[in-house]
């Protein structure tokens, strides 16, 4: 019955999202205000919907209702209730119930917040919000109803994969997709912009939180798929830029251009057309991504992972949404008039370098990603294109933008003095040549890479800090006139220095473990010791024991250093019967500076287990610098001229003070 | 392995699942140096039951026979390219994790230079476009007194004109 | 002339949006053999022990398959559940059709191969048992059921991956092994 009630929703949510894709851009077109006002009112009601669909689904898995077939194909009643619920959006059906969700609330938020665009803007943008609603909901109603039934229900259900059933990954996908959603409203907001044709510093205003959102929500989550599969799979690997990675880095790159390109809108009016084509292309390749992983175009696991109706409808989709934003961006865009002016070195310049650097990689990843298929399609062989040519090509490219990273933000606007930014910026050459030559003399010369990488990381890290306390004049002026100023920073200022400092700890966390690790691999018996870069690892053996659904097999090691106890790790193998699948338990102890992490592997037949012990120096600081960067944009956030939906400038505000801002209502 | 794990996160359809791959302690060469060069190799060699992981990442079986079939061959004194050469005659490109460069890699060995140099060829040109003076036209009466207004403001903020 | 560039990502994306639609009909999985036109690859394989009396005893070598006669080699195993499905059609090459059907027995047991082939017909020419997949590497196999067609020079002209269902033999092995002049 509560199915029943959540189909209906469903159905009903997308005869709400057409009406809200339609009605109020022809009010918008014809300037009536009842109809502009539909669409918010729309908004909300179709979160109820989605909401109250999403709330039948988990209740089927909760109370496990396996005559709903998607339960039954996916959960199990001895699960733990932490991942039946999160088993609701761990298979194809129930995550786009929850891309729909998340869809739904950004649009009621946009509803809600938005009470101070323009009344035209804001009914078009939540328009093209429910065109993608629409999109969405007709390809679950249609091709992957969560709510089928089954008769005669089964006993008991298939299980979830027991790789799924994990913390880090019960939470990636909703992060994902607050991230692929969170770029439907700047793709929104690009598509009304080019039907009103008019983009402008106020336009830019609007969209950056929201792209800001966005873009925090996809770092996290791709963070907690890496620090998943560096946890789960086994063997410390991290990213393995497979298509599935890509799919979601390739947004994450367009996001983090667009983040920027959008700074030169708001403050120069210029860049206009430029960023307003990634903030299609970002959502586009969210898009992209979904196809790629539902359609089974690179992913497939033999034929019976690939649904072709699946893949064709969302082609399809693709093809409407996108085709049809470029072709709207095509005729439109050339209309957009630039406004700024500035030389190549300046601010503007500086961002300009990024985006061109950022954009190179984005192809780069795409052309990698793609290749085998285009190959494929062509008819010249098959080839597979793996981690050797990201990395050889990938890297180089991020060099630039890295450095440009420490000079950009010491360049003025409109005109830089490149000198003196690099005469600013004398600690943090000091600090790079430091660390290149101690590298050296410390390697031996052996990883020159290695070493020039670590010193762009100092580099960076050293620019950052210079730049905040050339602003607040650390040491130049008294310390409470330094105090004033650091207070009297914006916070967005304060973001984006975290922020740099995020990705700077991740670049240098990741040099330092490819390069730095130390992997021990044998079989051991109970009682022996073995020595891993200065760690004793003393392995206890291994005994069986019962977890809720599964058993494990679980292999002990005390680890001391220098005689004293580091600590006790319990690296257990786990059976899940009725899923009959195994999964390795790495046991992980960090010290912060690194990973001691431990795997049991098969036992040798005479009382002898295979081990893999590593040693993974900073490899901690690869999420630590990836939560920086969430907390960067997070800090950006709270500065009040990014408020969600706070377009006024301060002096508006100071006209408008005490009056009620219900400007469109 | 990841890949079909992720895929999984959505699709349905999991193929059989080994986890903690890699090399096994009876498979490695006695000779650190050759059990090194045969580890790096692995790497660049893909378990082609698994999608996108190397053999040196994966225990499927044909990951693990292909792993000995690499020290089989260093023991026997090939080289590198040797060693490669002869999976490669066996199961083609694919195999491969970093393609050949030969025609029909051109396009994306060549790609990202052609897009770093296009790319720059694009920027140059939008600069260009702009007129390289930025000498602003004179101020108007109210300008100037905005400006004046401005500056004022900005003195206490960090000093520097940033809005 | 810089109006018409605005049009590039429209073009650009209908290009990638035909490779999708191409994709879409591809299985990115199924890779095509290196031996395809080369000769059979260098192998000697040992006869599976036991097998009934009246069946060639010998085992499975490159030499075997220089003899001018058309030759499908079919990698079976007994714990392959595809292998099952696809027994019937390799019975009817070999049984009804006449074809020389001679197979690798690929990381199996003996007795469990053996068993295999007593309950569901043994149709096979020579069998070599490949008891460590060594041989099954030298012919690029990676995974069961896998069946190679070798012409009358020893020259393999195809290979099919996965199961050989009867529409597979109609369509692709028949006209194949007549243009092969069997």
């Known amino acids: 019955m509560i199915t029943e009630i959540g189909h209906l929703a469903l159905i009903l949510a997308l005869v709400v999202a057409i009406l809200q894709s339609s009605l109020p851009l022809y009010g918008a077109a014809q300037n009536r205000a009842a109809l502009m006002q539909f669409a918010r009112h729309a908004a909300i009601g179709q979160l109820g919907l989605v909401l109250l669909a999403f709330l039948a689904t988990t209740y089927a898995f909760v109370v496990s209702d396996f005559s709903v077939m998607l339960v039954a194909n996916n959960s199990h009643s001895a699960k733990p209730m932490l991942y039946k619920i999160t088993g609701v959006w761990a298979n194809h059906e129930g995550s786009l119930l929850l891309w729909i969700l998340i869809l739904a609330v950004f649009g009621a938020m946009v509803a809600g917040f938005g009470r101070n665009l323009p009344p035209t803007l804001r009914a078009r943008v939540l328009a093209v919000q429910a065109m993608i609603a629409v999109g969405f909901i007709a390809f679950t109603l249609f091709s992957s109803n969560p709510f089928t039934r089954l008769w005669p229900p089964p006993i008991d259900g298939k299980g979830l994969n027991p790789l799924l059933q994990d913390p880090g990954l019960a939470f990636h996908p909703p992060f994902l997709y607050f991230g692929y959603v969170g770029f439907s409203i700047t793709f929104s907001f690009a598509i009304a912009a080019l039907i009103e044709g008019r983009v402008d510093p106020a336009w830019a205003r609007w969209v950056r939180p929201w792209t800001l959102w966005a873009w925090c929500g996809l770092t996290f989550g791709i963070a907690l798929g890496s620090w998943w599969a560096y946890y789960e799979l086994g063997w410390g690997g991290f990213w393995f830029w497979d298509p599935v990675e890509n799919a979601s880095f390739m947004p994450w790159l367009a996001g983090t251009a667009l983040l920027h390109s959008a700074i030169v809108v708001e403050k120069r009016d210029a860049l206009k057309s430029w960023t307003i084509l990634l903030a299609i292309v970002a959502f586009s390749l969210s898009l992209i991504g979904t196809f790629l992983v539902r359609s089974g175009v690179l992913t497939s696991v033999h034929a019976f992972a690939t649904d072709p109706a699946r893949g064709v409808f969302i082609l399809v989709l693709l093809v409407i949404a996108i085709g049809g934003s470029f072709a709207l961006y095509a005729v439109r865009a050339p209309t957009l008039k630039g406004g700024g002016l500035f030389q190549p070195i300046s601010r503007e310049g500086a961002l300009v370098l990024n985006n061109l650097g950022l954009t190179v990689a984005l192809a780069t990843v795409f052309l990698g990603t793609m290749y085998p298929l285009f190959l494929d399609a062509m008819g010249s062989g098959k080839v597979s294109v793996g981690p050797p040519f990201f990395n050889s090509s990938f890297v180089p490219i991020m060099v630039p933008v890295l450095v440009a990273m420490a000079i950009g933000p010491q360049l003025a606007w409109k005109r830089g003095d490149l000198a003196g930014a690099l005469g600013r910026l004398w600690a943090a050459f000091g600090a790079a040549a430091g660390i290149a030559m101690g590298g050296m003399l410390l390697t031996g010369g052996g990883d020159i890479l290695a070493v020039l990488g670590l010193a762009v990381v100092g580099f960076v890290l050293m620019g950052v800090a210079i730049e905040w306390a050339e602003r607040v004049r650390l040491f130049q002026a008294p310390l409470a006139e330094s105090w004033r100023r650091a207070r009297a920073i914006p916070r967005a200022a304060y973001g984006m220095s975290i922020a740099h400092s995020g990705i700077a700890l991740v670049m240098l966390a990741i040099i330092a473990t490819t390069v730095w690790r130390t992997e021990v691999i044998q079989v051991m018996r109970a009682g022996e010791q073995v020595n891993v870069a200065g760690y004793e690892f003393a392995f206890e053996g291994v005994r069986d024991l019962n977890g809720p659904n599964y058993q494990a097999q679980r292999g002990t090691f005390q680890v001391a250093r220098n005689g004293r106890f580091v600590a006790t790790l319990e690296a257990e193998k786990r059976f899940f019967p009725v899923e009959n699948q195994a999964t390795t338990e790495a046991a992980i102890h960090t010290t912060w500076f690194a990973d001691l992490y431990a795997v049991v592997g098969d036992p040798d037949g005479s009382g002898g287990w295979t081990v893999r012990l590593y040693h993974n120096p900073m490899v901690p600081w690869i999420w630590i610098g990836a939560v920086v960067m969430v907390m960067g944009g997070l800090v950006s956030l709270t500065d009040r001229r990014h408020r969600v939906g706070a377009p006024a400038t301060r002096r508006r505000r100071a006209i408008d003070h005490g009056m009620p801002q219900a400007a469109g209502d | 392995m990841r890949v079909v794990v992720l895929a999984a996160l959505i699709l349905l359809q999991v193929a059989p699942f080994m986890p903690a791959g890699a090399v096994n302690p009876d498979e490695m060469l006695a000779d650190p140096v050759q059990e090194a060069r045969a580890r790096e190799l692995s790497k660049d060699l893909r378990c082609l039951v698994c999608q996108n992981q190397s053999i040196d990442d994966s225990n499927a079986s044909l990951a693990r026979d292909l792993r000995v079939v690499v020290r089989e061959r260093i023991k026997a004194g090939d080289s590198d390219s040797q060693v490669m050469r002869y999976v490669r005659d066996r199961y083609g490109d694919f195999v491969l994790l970093k393609p050949p460069v030969q025609p029909s890699t051109y396009a994306l060995w060549f790609g990202p230079l052609l897009f770093a140099i296009l790319g720059m060829i694009g920027v140059t040109l939008f600069m260009r476009r702009r007129p390289a003076s930025l000498a602003p036209p004179a101020l108007s009466e109210a300008e100037r007194r905005r400006v004046e207004l401005l500056l004022a403001e900005v003195k206490d903020g960090d000093g520097r004109l940033t809005p | ?182």
């Open chain 3, 1 to 182: 002339m810089r109006r018409l560039l605005y049009f590039l990502p429209l073009v650009l994306f209908a290009g990638i949006a035909v490779y999708f639609y191409l994709g879409l009909h591809r299985d990115p999985r199924a890779v095509p053999s290196a031996l395809i036109d080369k000769p059979v690859p260098d192998f000697a394989l040992a006869p599976l022990a036991g097998r009934a009396n009246g069946r060639e005893t010998a085992g499975l070598a490159t030499a075997d398959l220089r003899r001018g006669e058309v030759t499908l080699v079919n990698v079976f195993a007994s714990w392959c559940a595809p292998c099952r499905i696809e027994h019937p059609q390799i019975k009817h090459l070999a049984e009804v059709l006449k074809v020389r059907v001679d197979a690798i027995n690929y990381k199996d047991k003996p007795e469990a191969a053996l068993d295999w082939l007593v309950r569901l017909g043994d149709p096979y020419g020579r069998i070599g048992a490949d008891p460590d997949g060594r041989a099954a590497i030298e012919w690029g196999v990676y995974g069961v059921p896998e069946t190679y067609v070798v012409d009358r020079q020893g020259v393999i002209r195809y290979r099919h991956v996965g199961p050989v269902m009867p529409h597979d033999v109609e369509q692709v092995i028949l006209p194949l092994l007549r243009r092969l002049g069997r």
